[in-house]
Nanobody, 123 residues
Framework: QVQLVESGGGLVQAGGSLRLSCAAS????????MGWFRQAPGKEREFVAT????????YYADSVKGRFTISRDNGKNTVYLQMNSLKPEDTAVYYC????????????????WGQGTQVTVSS
């Protein structure tokens, strides 16, 4: 199995940028499709982005398309989420997740989850 640890969250003003990282240990990250999800207070967990094992294909939620970029470095066992042009509605706890199966926007397809990192965007 794999352990996931997110980092890079914080407080940023609207229009700013953050880069989240998700470091994996226990098993090589290249074995998994990876995804980012987020959950705001009082709301359900929401899909953000996903990337295939090789990194050749990505898919985004409409709400972040054009602003966020998911990428991975399998040699470093790390997945990234570059977030630009941040909006207050992006405020949430962000989670990375690993899936044995294909990349997906459905959270139940994921087998392992990190503990989350808080992102707060002020207006």
């Amino acid at each position: 199995q794999v352990q996931l640890v997110e980092s890079g969250g914080g407080l940023v003003q609207a229009g700013g940028s953050l880069r989240l990282s998700c470091a994996a240990s226990g098993r090589t990250l290249g074995s998994y499709a990876m995804g980012w999800f987020r959950q705001a207070p009082g709301k359900e967990r929401e899909f953000v982005a996903t990337i295939t094992r090789s990194g050749s294909s990505t898919y985004y939620a409409d709400s972040v398309k054009g602003r966020f970029t998911i990428s991975r470095d399998n040699g470093k066992n790390t997945v990234y989420l570059q977030m630009n042009s941040l909006k207050p509605e992006d405020t949430a706890v962000y989670y990375c997740a690993a899936s044995y199966s294909s990349s997906s926007s459905y959270f139940r397809n994921y087998d392992y989850w990190g503990q989350g990192t808080q992102v707060t965007v002020s207006s």
